[in-house]
């Protein structure tokens, strides 16, 4: 489902966050209409001055449960690594991640996933939004939700950041029918974005021209025919120029030496650390991916050098999150598209395995320290707490503060915020 | 083991004549495998965790249990009296090689992670480790007490091998990097470069490849490293296996060599013989295959289509016998003579 413009709101007009991550291209988007509004109104009033965040680490191509936070050592499924203790009695993690294990009561699991898909791109569709892709309708990304409902219009950063480990992302269609203001700014490999400083060629004083001018040609085109559209070009330009004063929050070099040693000395590290840095300078939500997990080919060795890296960063998030407190108010999720299979392969792999999975939650609104969910002693079925992409979206929404069952009129269709299939699970929310 | 031991047999090995002579059969997939330096046995290590001796003579099989995960390495001193294992939980096993049933003499915890390779020297008083911790170690063989630490690699370190005289060891790295270190000083003696089959693929995120396996030819001439080029897709196993032949001497590359057709899949195993040809072993999406080389040629002579991928190989005393470790659990020895007529 394309987002279709009709309300007449200004808050669809652009995709401020396409042109912030360019701002050299200007104005030529095309502007339309379009707005989705709740059809009761009090969520959106009673979460505005709430300043929820998140961070969702994605593990891209779908990291092993076994060689996270399942693992099955001893069995014929559980591959070359032992299980270690953590935080939490009773509670075992796979031994790749030793940092993360002195965190567990920070931490809990969900063990008993069960998407039934095992394509990436439905995987990360299903991932992202709650619910399975259909032809012909897309819902919008957790990112675009989180952006729209719990960001703040006067903040000048993008509600939505994702970091991504090279250049580039998606298409800026993941805000759906909530508009391109709320698809997702992307920093690839963590760099700040494009044109975010004044050219060379113009000094401070012919940049203030130029606005000026700017400023004055747009009073007096919209003293004559005011729009939406034209009101909405005027705030991006003038957010735009606050982000360029804002620059400096994008330069991971500005934390301390200390603090880039401790995350690592590799690319997933430092992007963690500007998602420390992103989140405590109101960012609503980010999203840093870490690539690649997709090993059908070497399973082990990849999951050893990949894991390595991110029990590094994510254990030094987590830390300082909570040592900041900032945990309190951020939902960290730690997921993929779906997890590896039990049986290793002749290459010494891992295939797609949407059948009895894991991924890790961690603060607002979740308790901590909880297991839900159980697989097999193989884990090659989900024995107990079974869940499903729609019941993790409700639990984040709920995490958050956001009501899953509240109905949005889109176009005059109405669409529940969460799939309605789904339903949060009530063990994990605090 | 000295993996390049002197031919003993009157024969000489003729690779276009190899043929199976061994099947032995485990019901796990096999990791790797070694002849005995008697050439009574032959052990194979398993994704169950054991270790597994089959006796030549008779096919019996013995289970040595003990390791808790996979074990990677096996090795044995020369005098055939015992079997050092290594693996996943980067533990050091002693094991009396030749007992009836036998357990572990001795347990050292020799690396934090795991041991990928094992090597004794000629003496027999030596054994020296490598692992994913970038170290390389010494060992005392009589009661397992460290000897040194070798630090130097920056990334895992895959295989370690004794130069025949014993003055120096060498070993490799995930970035192909190759160093021989003096074991008068315990220094580096030099570095050697066998980058060609190493790759960072920066779109996955990932360090590939490096030098899985090493053999030293036996007169000293040339040093061969094994593992692949041209990963185009390591997460998806689109590679080529291939050797890195150095000049010992000169540590300059004499050949980058390869199979003549488009074979996909990694070199597990390499040894030079003693007949001035080197023999590989490769598995991976296009099977499993016994490549054989001239040192100085860039494609084979002559391969064998194996039953099913192979993990690794050795090469029996005698030097007429190849056996190859298997995903499916076999492990296949090949003759390399003219087979018995019926």
Known sequence: MKCSYACGSDDHLLSRRRFLGGLAAGVGVASQFGFSKFVQPSIATELQNQAKQILVIWLAGGASQLETWDPKPGTETGGPFRSIDTSVPGTRISELLPKTARLMHHISLVRGINTKEN???????????????????????????????????????????????????????????????????????????????????????????????????????????????????????????????????????????????????????????????????????????????????????????????????????????????????????????????????????????????????????????????????????????????????????????????????????????????????????? | MNPNPPATSSRTAKPEQSHLVHDLVHEKPLITCRFDPKGRFVFAASEDSNILRWDLASKAKTVLKGHETWPFALEMTPDGATLFSGGSEGTLFWWPLDAKSPTPQRRVDAHSGWINAIAVNAAGNLVATCGNDRSVRLWSVTDGSPVAQLPGHEKPVYRVLFEPSGRYLISADLQGRIIQWDLATYKEARRLDASKLAIYFASQGVDYGGVRDLSLSADGAYLVGCGLIEASNPLGAVSNPANVVLDWKEGKLLQLQRPKEDIKGVAWGVRCHASDFIVMVSGGTSGGFLWFFKPNQTNEFFKVTLGNTGRALDLSPDQLHVATAHHDGHLRVYGMYEKAKA
């Open chain 1, 119 to 430: 394509d990436h791109a439905k995987g990360q569709y299903m991932m992202h939004t709650g619910r399975p892709e259909m032809p012909g309708v897309a819902h919008p990304h957790f990112g675009s939700m989180a952006a729209k409902y719990l960001g703040s219009e006067a903040n000048p950063l993008p509600g939505y950041i994702h970091i991504t480990p090279g250049g580039g992302g998606r298409t800026g269609t993941e805000s759906a029918y909530l508009g391109p203001k709320y698809a997702a700014l992307y920093l690839g490999n963590g760099q700040p974005p494009s044109h975010t400083t004044r050219p060379g060629l113009v000094d401070e004083k012919g940049e203030t021209l130029r606005h000026d001018l700017r400023r004055r040609m747009n009073d007096r085109f919209a003293s004559r025919r005011r729009t939406a559209e034209t009101e909405a070009y005027t705030t991006t330009y003038e957010q735009a120029l606050q982000l360029m004063t804002r620059r400096e929050v994008f330069d991971v070099t500005k934390e301390s030496v200390q603090d880039q040693e401790r995350y690592g000395n590799h690319d997933f590290g430092r992007h963690c650390l500007l998602a420390r840095r992103l989140l405590e300078s109101g960012v609503t939500y980010v999203q840093v991916s870490h690539s690649n997990y997709d090993t059908h080919n070497e399973n082990f060795t990849f999951h050893l050098e990949q894991v390595g890296e991110f029990d590094q960063g994510y254990s030094n998030l987590i830390d300082d999150l909570a040592a900041r407190g900032l945990l309190k108010h951020t939902l960290v999720v730690v997921m993929s598209e779906f997890g590896r299979t039990p049986q290793i392969n002749y290459l010494y792999g891992r295939d797609h395995w949407g059948t009895a999975w894991s991924i890790a939650l961690a603060g607002c609104g979740i308790k901590s320290g909880i297991v839900h969910g159980r697989t097999n002693a193989k884990g090659t079925e989900v024995t107990d707490g079974e869940v499903n992409a729609g019941h993790l979206y409700h639990t984040y929404l709920r995490a958050v503060g956001l009501n899953p069952t509240e109905d949005l009129d889109v176009d005059g269709r109405i669409i529940q915020l969460g799939d309605p299939a789904g339903a949060a699970i009530k063990e994990l929310l605090a």
